[in-house]
């Protein structure tokens, strides 16, 4: 599966974003999805991941109730709407594909990726 994220950008402190990542190739309604965060001088992380149906959803413990994680599996794409944006939410947010088990936070745990979008949030 091929994955391309999207709608990155610089947004105010407090101010939202939503990202999109458009999924092609194998069934797209097959994989589980995530985000991942990586900022600059740091290690990528977990920020939220989705189950197949789209019923069960994960977040990190410093986007949980301003993040939230949907996907459209007609359309073959996974959304992260950002809220109460911080500066500390400054990162390259790449989406990526899991064919295993739901509740993966590693970066192990996903077996594709899509390039990264590039989030900044000004103070």
């Known amino acids: 599966v091929q994955l391309q994220a999207s709608g990155g950008g610089l947004v105010q402190a407090g101010g939202s974003l939503k990202l999109s990542c458009a999924a092609s190739?194998?069934?797209?309604?097959?994989?589980?999805m995530g985000w991942f965060r990586q900022a600059p001088g740091k290690e990528r992380e977990f920020v939220s991941t989705?189950?197949?149906?789209?019923?069960?959803?994960s977040y990190a413990d410093p986007v949980k109730g301003r993040f939230t994680i949907s996907r459209d599996n007609a359309k073959n794409k996974v959304f992260l709407q950002m809220n109460g944006l911080e500066p500390e939410d400054t990162a390259v947010y790449s989406c990526?594909?899991?064919?295993?088990?739901?509740?993966?936070?590693?970066?192990?745990?996903?077996?594709?990726w899509g390039q990264g979008t590039l989030v900044t949030v000004s103070s």
């Open positions: 190739g194998r069934t797209f309604s097959s994989y589980i």
């Open positions: 989705i189950s197949r149906s789209g019923a069960r959803t």
């Open positions: 990526a594909a899991s064919g295993t088990s739901f509740g993966g936070r590693r970066s192990s745990d996903y077996d594709y």
